[in-house]
């Protein structure tokens, strides 16, 4: 896990669009099952609206950056403690489908946790994943993958330092359906990042659906607390 981390630091860190903690050493100890990632020490502050504003264009400078034709990762990496699958696909639908939606609803499937009928409801959504994003260009952006707001912290001088990255090469939309889970970051931040590269229309639609994405992760690891906001949105999307 702390392997495919530190790789996911150094991609972001090699962009030198956001301040990125260094990676000091990974020391892994197989047989006592151990490892560990020693980062730079990153001392924080409170940011003000100023910061985030600045903060919405580094990560709308980030999304600019594409050097990537396909979607996924060289290898799979983690959501948390959740293996995320990062076969590289050329069709986003087709990635975000099976990699994302799917890969989370055969977890639920195999530990027993999913209805029958709910399970038709998603694997019906899976299916109808081109469709739903017919006509949007997902051009393949570096991402984050896990960007809340414990995943952001602010040095002394004001800059965003992004930590416990989840990355991979998809939808820069995608990266919003993780932002907006917990209520989202200011308004500021929003201004800055449409202020560089504005998202387009429809897009609060589709980032509902990449929402559902990190419900049914939370639903696999913290369990059925979440199982009514991954109906809801199912709801929402028509399903």
Known sequence: MFRQEAVALD??????????????????????NLSALVLEAISVSSPQPRQWFQFGQQLASLHLLNHETRYGWDTDNYLG??????LWSTSWPEFFAQHRILFQVKLL????R????LLTRFETLVADMPALLRGHSAVPSLL??????????FDPQ???????????????EAEWGMIELF???P??????????????EGWQVRSCIYRLYHLLNHWNLFGDSYLSACQQVLKEVGY
């Open 11 to 32: 991609a972001l860190r090699n962009t030198k669009v956001l301040r990125i903690p260094s990676v000091y050493a990974l020391i892994e100890i197989p047989e006592l």
């Open 81 to 86: 403690a959740t293996q995320q699958k990062n």
């Open 109 to 112: 499937q195999e530990h027993g």
């Open 114 to 117: 999913i209805s029958r009928s």
């Open 144 to 153: 984050h993958g896990d960007l809340w707001s414990g995943n952001v912290l």
């Open 158 to 172: 004001g800059r965003a330092v992004l930590i416990d990255p989840a990355s991979y090469y998809g939808d820069r």
């Open 183 to 185: 209520g989202g970051f």
């Open 187 to 200: 308004s500021s931040f929003r201004e800055g990042y449409h202020s560089v590269y504005p998202l387009p």
